[in-house]
């Protein structure tokens, strides 16, 4: 029982040294196995209609695959080797793929010349 509330005690110091603001609230349950860390969620990017319309373009890679970025109203889509998928933003040039993982990321935020797709994980 002893080695659970030490983790949990390494844990939250670990926690709160990695937060270089103020450090983060932080509270050990009764029995020791979880951690409780307060704080403000990271904002969540939204693009705009047009912020996703200015995205859209079929972009060869460099394994010579075509990558097409489509838009719905002010969601952004990718289709390669004939799966659609939508994207997720983390910036206006950075995206993960909702269910694959994959990351793509653009070199503009519009009209983008060159798109980087990461595999992370197959489904």
């Given at each position: 029982?002893r ?7 390494i ?8 937060a270089l603001?103020?450090p ?6 009764a ?14 990017f939204?693009l ?13 890679l ?11 109203q002010?969601k952004?889509?990718m ?13 206006r040039?950075?995206?993960v ?5 994959a ?7 519009a009209?983008?010349g ?10």
């Amino acid at each position: 029982m002893r080695i659970k509330q030490v983790l949990a005690f390494i844990g939250a110091a670990a926690v709160s040294t990695l937060a270089l603001a103020e450090p983060a609230p932080v509270s050990v349950s009764a029995d020791g196995s979880t951690v409780f860390v307060q704080g403000d969620p990271s904002p969540v990017f939204r693009l705009t209609p047009g912020q996703a319309e200015d995205s859209c373009g079929a972009f060869k890679l460099e394994d010579g695959r075509v990558l097409r970025l489509s838009s719905h109203q002010n969601k952004l889509f990718m289709e390669v080797d004939g799966k659609r998928e939508q994207l997720l933003p983390l910036s206006r040039t950075d995206f993960v793929a909702k269910n694959s993982g994959a990351r793509v990321e653009l070199d503009a935020e519009a009209f983008a010349g060159k798109v980087t797709l990461t595999q992370l994980r197959t489904k």
